[in-house]
């Protein structure tokens, strides 16, 4: 709450920098802070009396904007890349997927292996498994399996995500 919002009887002053000013009436405090061109603002409502500081509102948004938009650049976001395989499929197949599967993860993403049952094909799931396995054991290297292969209707899905850096 700033200015004419604070509604309290009285409340705990401190100046910009961070000097207490005491305890006094909400008007006077409001008082304070037009004479010296600032806003009032609440910062510790739960405090008896609640503590108030003097300071430029606007600039001080500013600066915790700023400080967001730094967090926000500095933060790795991880992305969770698809690779698609099929029960039957080749061996080329597999080397174009897993070189894929090997791109994303030294790129810092995730990377969920999924394979799709067409047909009677998901009565043989054993098959789907194998091919899950061997794909796994190719990107040991790479990655370390989170979630082991699962089947979620008609299909069977793996979590791969990147080995840290040793």
């Known amino acids: 709450m700033i200015n004419e919002e604070i509604r309290d009887r009285e409340v705990r002053v401190v100046d910009?920098?961070?000097?207490?000013?005491?305890?006094?009436?909400?008007?006077?405090?409001?008082?304070?802070?037009?004479?010296?061109?600032?806003?009032?603002?609440?910062?510790?409502?739960q405090a008896r009396p609640p503590v108030c500081k003097l300071m430029d509102y606007g600039k001080y948004r500013f600066e915790q904007s700023k400080k967001e938009r730094e967090f926000r650049k500095n933060q790795k976001v991880i992305?969770?890349?698809?690779?698609?395989?099929?029960?039957?499929?080749?061996?080329?197949?597999?080397?174009?997927?897993?070189?894929?599967?090997?791109?994303?993860?030294k790129d810092g993403n995730k990377v969920k292996v999924t394979i799709r049952f067409r047909g009677r094909q998901i009565t043989h799931s054993e098959?789907?498994?194998?091919?899950?396995?061997?794909?796994?054991?190719?990107?040991?290297?790479?990655?370390?399996?989170?979630?082991?292969?699962?089947?979620?209707?008609?299909?069977?899905?793996?979590?791969?995500?990147?080995r840290a850096a040793d």
């Open 16 to 45: 910009q920098n961070g000097e207490q000013l005491g305890v006094m009436s909400s008007r006077d405090a409001l008082a304070l802070a037009e004479e010296r061109q600032l806003d009032l603002v609440k910062i510790a409502p």
């Open 79 to 105: 992305t969770v890349k698809e690779v698609r395989l099929s029960a039957t499929i080749e061996d080329h197949d597999v080397d174009v997927k897993f070189k894929n599967a090997m791109k994303f993860l």
């Open 127 to 162: 098959i789907g498994r194998q091919v899950m396995t061997e794909f796994a054991e190719r990107i040991k290297e790479y990655g370390t399996v989170d979630k082991p292969p699962q089947i979620e209707g008609r299909n069977m899905s793996m979590f791969i995500s990147p």
